[in-house]
């Protein structure tokens, strides 16, 4: 289950990255469209539920790869990780307000921590997101479109998983015994 989730959401920005090398950015839109959308269908139909990050970032992949194909703008489809980075700090950080931790959704139970733990991490995640929005900023609008969309596949996936492994020793400080993997 866990592999085909890592397909899911990794397939369509790997088909980005070919359709781009061999076709460019409007026909590797598209088809990152019809991959995102494919990808969440399959993911669907594997778990009988909808996961929340995967869908808001396909609303946001077909309104801004929808403007980048009508309007012939590679602009939209450069902001889109931008956009997906800070929605999804905007909710995090909004639910930390009425002390709603989204982050055990997303972690879909796989972690009990105390909800001071669950704070303190989502606080990471937020500042995480917003620094990475930053960043595809910087990379889109000061570099070749060619360097954005390698940022983009092996610049911010890297990134994504070195944080997650460097908040790993936060998360088994504050886990129950029984809830460490065995040793």
Not at 37 to 46: I, V
Not at 66 to 72: K, S
Request: hydrophobic share 60%; glycine share 8%.
């Amino acid at each position: 289950m866990k592999s085909s989730r890592l397909l899911f959401d990794l397939g369509p920005l790997i088909i980005f990255f070919v359709a781009y090398k061999f076709a460019g950015i409007f026909w590797a839109t598209g088809i990152f469209m019809v991959a995102a959308s494919l990808a969440l269908l399959l993911g669907w139909l594997a778990e009988k539920r909808l996961r929340v990050m995967p869908l808001v970032t396909l609303v946001l992949v077909l309104v801004l790869g929808g403007l980048t194909l009508y309007l012939g703008d590679s602009t939209f489809i450069k902001m889109k990780p931008t956009v997906v980075y800070l929605v999804f700090a905007v909710i995090l950080g909004g639910g930390i307000i009425f002390d709603q931790y989204y982050l055990k959704f997303v972690f879909d139970g796989a972690f009990h921590l105390p909800d001071q733990a669950w704070r303190v991490l989502t606080w990471r995640w937020v500042a995480f997101f917003s620094a990475l929005a930053v960043v595809n900023e910087i990379v889109w609008r000061n570099f070749s479109e060619s360097m954005w969309v390698n940022f983009k596949v092996f610049g911010i996936l890297p990134l994504v998983f070195g944080f997650a492994l460097a908040n790993t020793p936060f998360m088994l400080k504050y886990m129950p015994r029984d809830n460490k993997p065995s040793e």
